[in-house]
């Protein structure tokens, strides 16, 4: 069997590989640090004068279309399609599987949703049930502002510990075997944690203890330590979360040294793009591997890599309700064998 | 291997079965024709003074401890939770899952996620992912409607199509192996099928192509007719969408006879209840299978159903952006063994 449950939540998987990666992002993430690992860059947030929702869909639209071809196979080769988005109903990823016809599996753990999707993909495909499938993941800063928070026309302030949803897209396409160097070796599906933080502008500081437990469990099932990976990314702690997740790990024997980072921090140059605490949303940690992560991977740069994505369950009506909010991160370890043969 | 891939999305799955169900209702679906096979009827759709939200999410837990409690399983036994509602960001789901702390998986296919759950949850745990999966979906007839319409208080009158979410839901613990009577055999999963129609007011309508599509895809796959099955049910396509399923069916060559009836259609007495097209929401398919059609399997009058839970894809934003309706149905079906042995 491709799959052993090591731990609660907890899987080795063999055989399962990416073909090809896709990522693609707004003007902004352009200009930023990362800028030249996207795939493409829109030249502006709007798309072809359609609403942020519409531009949304048709970001992670090209996505998954580029990362297909990337692949070198065709839509008729993908079994399934799985990922989400924060828009309500996930009619993002919803809306665009009008277009690619393939079935379909909506996923929702916000932010967390990329790695929840490679992590369920891995399964799969070890686990038999089908050969390749597409994952991505995806946001839009504006359409994303005014279902959270209020529409950008408002031009309110933000607080110094508000992330910026990124206008980004990642798509995937994993394939079962071992054709291609960068592969899944190990996943550990997140659980609900909520230490009661209230502060939707202060998402990082929420997370940081359900990236812990996450992050926690991954390593002792595995029997790995954060220094047994080149690198370790949070999906969008953000400046804030950083810090709380090192301070907590600090506390429980763990070690974030300069291996660690975040993709929400990375995405922009924090100050001059004044983007306060970093990159956020499900495109983030989406786009930031399919670009710049991955190609640390197939460069061989890195060998091994663990991701772990984190996501804030609460709704606009929860919080409005004066609830606190609830979070999850899912984790997979990567790793890149350099056995050649690819051909994408 | 447990899982075989026979058509695109479509599954043989071996060595799946249920270990149990539970089924809970709100005050209307107990005084409705299947309030007997409900294991519990809440007496009113309020939940302790809470918020609508909190009455669902209260719903949820309900149901999903019950049916850890029936399966005589602990939750340190479920290896994984899956499931999903209609609220924006599925926080019933996700804030129930604070308390259960077990790795979740949330899902979003609307009102077909209890389906989606099922069918991934059998792919999963014939893939050796997991022993035991917990699968649960839950609706909330006015956290719904003030959500996707009005708030109840408004006294709207309702549009003769219109269906009535139900408060209800239903949680099955699945588990690998053959030691429960109650089987799934095969699984397909959706594609994305839109009509065109923009009424969401008319929601059965707009469902059935795709509820349609799933079925024939799955009959072809498993080369079996709509004839061979005791039973087939849909998830919420309600009195119209039972029609336009009949009609596209006759074209299509598929007879939808006396064995086909809808969850929908079923739950409550339509006309004395004044539900107009009859249930809808992810409880409705989740208590009506947990309830009534799984009794049906395990007192052995059925040998073999079909269900194929029903979802509208789209959100109030892409209804008041003109947007038309996407739909996807998920297909599993149950087979009755009578092995014997089940310890529930």
């Keep these: 069997m ?10 080795r998987v063999m055989d399962v590989c990416i073909a090809a990666t896709a990522a693609i992002g707004g003007p902004k993430e352009g200009k930023g640090p990362l800028g030249p690992y996207f795939d493409e860059i829109w030249p502006s947030e709007d798309h072809k ?8 869909r048709a970001l992670i639209e090209d996505g998954m279309e580029l990362a297909v071809k990337k692949s070198g196979m065709s839509w008729e080769d993908i079994d399934l399609v799985m990922g989400g988005d924060l828009l309500d109903q996930i009619v993002s ?7 690619h016809q ?5 996923l929702f753990s916000a932010c967390a949703v990329f790695t929840q999707g490679l992590g369920l993909g891995a399964l799969l495909l070890a686990g038999n049930s089908a050969r390749s499938i597409l994952v991505a993941a995806v946001s839009h800063h504006m359409a994303a502002e005014r279902q959270f928070r209020f529409p950008i026309e408002l031009g309110y302030q933000r607080t110094p510990t508000a992330a910026w949803t990124a206008t980004a897209t990642g798509a995937v396409v994993l394939v079962s075997g071992t054709k291609h160097p960068t592969a899944i070796d190990a996943v550990t599906m997140g659980r609900v944690i909520d230490f009661g933080s209230k502060n939707p502008n202060d998402m990082g500081s929420a997370m940081a ?3 812990l437990d996450t992050i926690q469990r991954h390593l002792e099932a595995t029997g790995t330590t954060l220094q047994d990976y080149d690198a370790v990314y949070t999906g969008d702690l953000g400046v804030m979360g950083t810090k709380m997740l090192t301070l907590l790990g600090k506390e429980h024997g763990l070690i974030f040294d300069y291996r660690f980072n975040d993709c929400g921090q990375i995405l922009y140059h924090l100050k001059e793009q004044d983007v306060h605490n970093g990159g956020s949303g499900p495109g983030c940690s989406a786009g930031v591997f399919s670009g710049y992560l991955h190609q640390r991977l197939e460069s061989g740069e890195w060998r091994r890599l663990l991701l ?3 996501g804030a369950l609460f709704s606009p009506t929860t919080y409005q309700q004066g609830e606190s909010i609830p979070c999850i991160a899912h984790a997979v370890s990567l790793v890149y064998r350099d056995r050649g043969g690819s051909s994408s």
């Design 102 to 106: 393939r079935p379909l599996l909506g």
């Design 49 to 56: 004068g359609t609403s942020f929702e519409q531009a949304e």
């Design 308 to 310: 772990i994505a984190t």
């Design 209 to 211: 203890p359900a990236a």
């Design 2 to 11: 491709g799959v052993t449950q090591i731990a609660l939540g907890s899987y």
């Design 93 to 99: 990823t919803n809306f665009a599987a009008r277009r």
